[in-house]
């Protein structure tokens, strides 16, 4: 299954729901050029979703780890929500839980940004 990401901003965050594979090819691809195009527009607060994301490989965790080096580069804020077991249980044993903040509320990561 492709990765199929929606856009939408609350209280002036944007939030990017991911659903499917993070994977070698486009799916890595994919997230890596809509963080990217949001920071170009100026957007400075993103919330990746990752509740419907059902697999991600190194690749994609290459991704996640570019895609959170460029927004802080760029003075912007990366967190990341509803990771699955699968996701989860990935950036432990790789220790990348430490380096994101991960929220499991919605309305939790959205306050965190004020």
């Given at each position: 299954m492709a990765l199929v990401i929606a856009s939408r901003d609350v209280d002036g965050v944007t939030v990017l729901d991911l659903s499917g594979r993070i994977t070698l090819g486009e799916g890595s691809v994919q997230s890596r050029d809509a963080v990217r195009e949001l920071i170009?527009?100026?957007?400075?607060n993103i919330l990746l979703n990752l509740g419907?994301?059902?697999y991600?490989?190194?690749s994609?965790?290459?991704e996640l780890?570019?895609?959170y080096?460029?927004?802080k580069n760029q003075g912007a804020s990366l967190k990341l929500l509803?990771?699955?077991k699968?996701?989860?249980?990935?950036?432990?044993l790789t220790k990348l839980y430490t380096v994101f903040d991960i929220y499991d509320d919605e309305a939790t990561a959205i306050s965190s940004y004020k």
């Open positions: 170009g527009r100026g957007q400075k419907e994301v059902n991600i490989d190194s994609g965790l290459g780890v570019s895609a080096t460029t927004a509803n990771l699955t699968k996701v989860k249980d990935v950036l432990q």
